[in-house]
């Protein structure tokens, strides 16, 4: 059965789809893997593997899965900023 609803309508129904979509994705956003990380900090997912190795202040993973670890982006950009490695840390 066809829809009756006017082209603009279904339109706006599915905007209002996508919108939830991105909500979702923005709450997540607050948790970051070593790629995240990498690209935050401007180097390699190798050296951040290493960093959260052998850096005993850098911040424990928030969760281990069965694609990585993650880590909450706060926890990462305030060791960054102490240790210089983000803008407004000490140089």
């Not at 706006?12 to 970051?32: F, I, K, S, T």
């Not at 969760?63 to 982006?73: D, F, I, N, Q, T």
């Amino acid at each position: 059965m066809a829809s009756t609803a006017p082209a603009a309508l279904l339109t706006l129904r599915n905007l209002q789809r996508g919108m939830r979509c991105v909500n979702y994705l923005d709450a997540m956003h607050h948790l970051v893997g070593v790629g995240e990380i990498a690209r935050m900090l401007g180097i390699s997912r190798q050296r951040i593997n290493k960093i959260a190795q052998t850096d005993p202040a850098f911040p424990k993973p928030e969760a281990e899965l069965m694609s990585g670890r993650v880590w909450k982006r706060a926890d990462v950009e305030r060791w960054a900023k102490k240790v210089g490695r983000l803008p407004g840390g000490r140089s």
